[in-house]
């Protein structure tokens, strides 16, 4: 069984760029949740996705926008790269009913904004 | 304030040693908590959910207080594989859904 898998795992863009993260959940999970994590921080959360709607909205810029698709897999845009948008962006799936014991990560892909 | 306070760390120990982590969440409406372990770069991975009771899982244990929104982790018997950065998490539910909110973190470095 398939854990949560994302891609691509590392990638260096350029400031003023447009970056393009994918991720796919894990068997049986309908909902997606993408983190942020810069060096030396615990993951912040950006946004949820569900039912190929946002449901949540953490603080960040509109410059990060998502998209989720009927078969529950979901990409992470992110226009017009800052040097502080460099971090490990993360993926988590889960369900409705596993609770949060169920919220599975992905390795993460790491984003070098140069 | 942030929403999830830990202690600054690195907490250096040697083999063996007792080790207690604290964290503190500011806000009240917080339904779950949690403490993840990331080694490094790695994904964060659930290590523990904590409970108003007290649980036990091994060498680890979780406390949480409502009240002070004060929330322990205590490694009994530490061991070299404890190396690596523990989180605290707490959730807040409300009618759009649900999200962890992450600590900064404590790395814990276990020496023989």
């Known amino acids: 069984d398939a854990g949560v898998t994302q891609s691509p795992t590392h990638l260096i863009k350029t400031r003023g760029q447009q970056v393009t993260l994918r991720c796919s959940p894990k068997?049986?999970?309908?909902?997606v949740s993408w983190y942020q994590q810069a060096l030396g921080q615990g993951p912040q959360f950006i946004f949820q996705?569900?039912?190929?709607?946002?449901?949540q909205r953490g603080n960040f810029p509109d410059r990060f926008s998502g998209h989720q698709f009927p078969n529950y897999s979901s990409e992470l845009n992110v226009n017009a790269l800052l040097l502080g948008d460099s971090a490990l962006y993360l993926c988590a799936s889960s369900m409705p009913g596993q609770g949060l014991n169920g919220y599975t990560f992905g390795s993460g892909t790491r984003l070098t904004v140069v | 304030r942030k929403e999830v306070e830990q202690d600054p760390g690195p907490f250096n120990v040697p083999e063996g040693a007792t080790v207690a982590f604290n964290c503190t969440y500011s806000?009240?409406?917080?339904?779950?908590f949690f403490w993840y372990r990331q080694d490094c770069r790695k994904e964060p991975k659930l290590l523990m959910s904590v409970y108003s009771s007290g649980n036990e899982d091994g060498r680890f244990t979780a406390q949480l207080n409502r009240a002070s929104q004060y929330i322990s982790l205590l490694i009994r018997d530490s061991k070299l594989s404890d190396s690596a950065t523990y989180l605290c998490v707490v959730n807040t539910k409300n009618q759009a859904g649900t999200a962890l909110i992450f600590g900064k973190g404590t790395t814990l470095s276990v020496s023989s």
């Open positions: 996705y569900y039912e190929e709607e946002e449901r």
């Open positions: 806000n009240s409406a917080s339904q779950s």
């Open positions: 068997s049986g999970h309908d909902t």
